[in-house]
């Protein structure tokens, strides 16, 4: 992994003109991850993402006693065919959101007590709701402190099945969670979803990831899902580049009125955050997608439009857009992103609180965000990242337009992306 100095001051570029793949997709990696080690057989994962989260999902599995073996360009995943090898394992999943709410329904697959735990921050972080669900397919869980957020405990003898629900409107990665577990059941699993389920695209990969690997779900919409008893096919699995990983280089073409192609994501791609090209269109740019690339050329100057964006479906790109926004000609408004509050930080405070120190003028409420142009620039910034590292990549794009801007805590970006900033000034 590459370390950076406790600060780092992004230069202004000119227009951009670059080619580039961007990581593998945490998403797709570690639900391939835990798809694989429930499959019955050996299953090769190419182009995986290399860095913190996934680190933190091997390590995790490896603890559980499943075999990997790691080359340069990819994972070997050796399924024991739903089995949980280990009887009992303590479980340290940092600040990776996807490898503790996938594990506390994969290790309710096991026989014996397994605790999962992870930094100050993950236990502050929700996880209850995916609980009560468990319990009532026969899983006896808890929390070690009462407070419905990790450390987790759960007592497994296996999944019963029968019917659950899960609330739709804080995580869909609950709902992800029980999906992936759910064919090692007993007996039929039925998952009601109750409010509107949030980032619905990510469903949409974790039923596509699971039907590749041989287990189709019956759904009716995004409200209700039945899993039938079945197992996982060992596979050759291909995972795509990282559609949030790239958001950022697309709208670094559009802030410098460059042109930026990334080679490994296009029209095909099964991530919802690929839109955030199709919301750069509306905002000035040029798109040009084929079927495994996306091309983004910016306005002449940056010269960015404002307006009004539903990111419901993919939240984490909020933060690059309200960056954006202070080079739009009007106002920028990102609605129905509630569920940004439960993050790595509380993301809706912490962008508005940074783009403050910029000069703008920003709105915050419940669910959304209003950035207002940027009128007058102090010209010397210094920014907070929260330990989050979508903090620092979305605010480093400022830096390709203002001097002075400096991003605190760089390394933070390793939970993903550890190269980010050398490939940002590569560029």
Known sequence: MLSYPDALTVSPKPPLNKDLAVPGSKSLTNRAFVVAALADGVSTLRGGLIAEDSEVMIAALKNLGFTLDISADSYTVHGQGGKIPAPKANLDLRLSGTSIRFLTAMVALGQGTYILDGNE???????????????HLGVKTGTQFETGCPPVIVEATGL????????????????????????????????????????????????????????EVARDGYATFTIKPAVYRALDYLVEGDAMAAGYFWAAAALTGGRIKVTNIGSESIQGDKRLANVLEHMGCQVNWTATTCEVIGPEAGKLRGGMFDLNDMPDQAQTLAVLGLFADSPVRINNVWNMRIKETDRLAAVHTE??????????????????????????????????????????????????????????????????????ESL
Do not use: W
């Not at 940027?374 to 989050?388: F, I, N, W």
């Open 160 to 215: 019963e099945g029968g019917e659950t629900s899960i609330a739709g409107d804080r995580s869909s990665q609950y709902l992800s969670a029980l999906l992936m577990a759910a064919p090692y059941a007993k007996s039929v699993v039925t998952i009601n979803v109750t409010g509107e389920l949030q980032s619905k695209p990510f469903i949409d990969m974790t039923l596509k990831l699971m039907k590749d690997f041989g287990v």
């Open 121 to 135: 921050r993950m236990r502050e972080r929700p996880i209850q709701d995916l609980l009560t669900s468990l319990e």
């Open 355 to 424: 783009l403050k120190k910029f000069g703008a003028e920003v709105e915050e409420g419940h669910d959304y965000l209003i950035i207002h142009p940027l009128k007058t620039y102090a010209g010397k910034v210094e920014v907070d990242t929260y330990g989050d590292h979508r903090m620092a990549m979305a605010f480093a794009l400022a830096g390709l337009r203002l001097p002075g801007v400096t991003i605190k805590d760089p390394s933070c970006v390793a939970k993903t992306f550890p190269e980010f900033f050398d490939v940002l």
